[in-house]
């Protein structure tokens, strides 16, 4: 999705939320989009009228950043392992960024 102020969200979860802003998880992209950031993200609704459907006439705003040192491509993918690992993969098949939570 574009929002207005021209960012991107290819969004894995979006939520809903009856107090607060709506919330979600995906790759975000400011500007030209050659890379993107796995991020939690809110949308900021200037009109106070956002509702998932119609997300994307929002403004996003990150909240947190699994990897701002080190963006990765277009075809990155996220993996939970069975031992409780999230892990980044760039689109090489290199590791972007992981919880270490197996170690």
């Not at 991107?8 to 809903?16: K, W």
């Not at 609704?45 to 509702?51: A, F, I």
Request: proline letters at 6%; one cysteine or more.
């Amino acid at each position: 999705m574009r929002f207005t102020d021209g960012s991107m969200v290819r969004s894995i979860l979006l939520s809903g939320s009856t107090i607060g802003a709506p919330f979600g998880c995906g790759f975000f992209c400011n500007g030209s989009c050659d890379s993107y950031f796995f991020s939690i993200f809110t949308i900021q609704d200037p009109e106070g009228s956002v509702s998932i459907p119609e997300i994307k006439i929002g403004i996003p705003q990150v909240a947190w950043s699994a990897n701002p040192n080190n963006p990765v491509g277009e075809n990155a993918t996220l993996h939970l392992t069975l031992e409780g690992d999230l892990i980044l993969h760039n689109v090489d098949g290199s590791v972007a960024w992981s919880t270490n939570t197996s170690d």
